[in-house]
T-cell receptor, first 115, second 112 residues
Framework: NAGVMQNPRHLVRRRGQEARLRCSPM?????VYWYRQLPEEGLKFMVYLQKENIIDESGMPKERFSAEFPKEGPSILRIQQVVRGDSAAYFC?????????????FGEGSRLTVL | SQQGEEDPQALSIQEGENATMNCSYK?????LQWYRQNSGRGLVHLIL?????REKHSGRLRVTLDTSKKSSSLLITASRAADTASYFCATEAIRGAQKLVFGQGTRLTINP
């Protein structure tokens, strides 16, 4: 039973380019969360999605960042016109449902470096 | 602002000793969870304690929760070199957002 799959694991972009990060949740999981982690820091919540719905995007920067979780296929975190400050590790996590919650299952992360 | 704050930020002990990490939070919660992160890897869930529980054990892990003080502690007994990692607490607030909010983490180093 595969875990949460994220790709790419490492991504290098020049300033102004676009970054697309993909996340396939665990089988049977319909809830996806994206978090960002700067070096030596904790995880900052970005967005919570269910299939075809954005439930909570309170942690997403207002500009350049977008996320989707289509009916078919992986969840995508898209960063347009990247800047150096976007360099970070981006983690995706999934859960089967929200029921006074349980654990989140994390992927290995996508590490974005902006030159 | 961040919900959970861990203390200490870094901890270095000898193998075999016990390691204690603390977490404080600000709002009322449904539950509190602890996660481990090895360098360069994703987070792995360790243990969940609900707001109506005061203590929970899992193997060499012991977690306490004091909702009156809005604090939790994670104790790792008989530490091993493989326990070297960063440890994060995460909370789910009672009201509103259906998400986990993570603290800054404690970097634990176990010296052989």
């Amino acid at each position: 039973n595969a875990g949460v799959m994220q790709n790419p694991r490492h991504l290098v972009r020049r300033r102004g380019q676009e970054a697309r990060l993909r996340c396939s949740p665990m089988k049977g999981h319909s809830h996806v969360y994206w978090y960002r982690q700067l070096p030596e820091e904790g995880l900052k919540f970005m967005v919570y999605l269910q299939k075809e719905n954005i439930i909570d995007e309170s942690g997403m920067p207002k500009e350049r960042f977008s996320a989707e979780f289509p009916k078919e296929g992986p969840s995508i975190l898209r960063i347009q016109q990247v800047v150096r400050g976007d360099s970070a590790a981006y983690f995706c996590a999934s859960s089967p449902k929200w029921q006074n919650t349980g654990e989140l299952f994390f992927g290995e992360g996508s590490r974005l470096t902006v030159l | 602002s961040q919900q959970g704050e861990e203390d200490p930020q870094a901890l270095s002990i000898q193998e075999g000793e016990n390691a204690t990490m603390n977490c404080s939070y600000k709002t009322s919660i449904n539950n509190l969870q602890w996660y481990r992160q090895n360098s360069g890897r994703g987070l792995v869930h360790l243990i969940l304690i609900r707001s109506n529980e005061r203590e929970k054990h899992s193997g060499r892990l012991r977690v306490t929760l004091d909702t009156s003080k809005k604090s939790s502690s994670l104790l790792i007994t008989a530490s091993r070199a493989a326990d070297t990692a960063s440890y994060f607490c995460a909370t789910e607030a009672i009201r509103g957002a259906q998400k986990l909010v993570f603290g800054q983490g404690t970097r634990l180093t176990i010296n052989p």
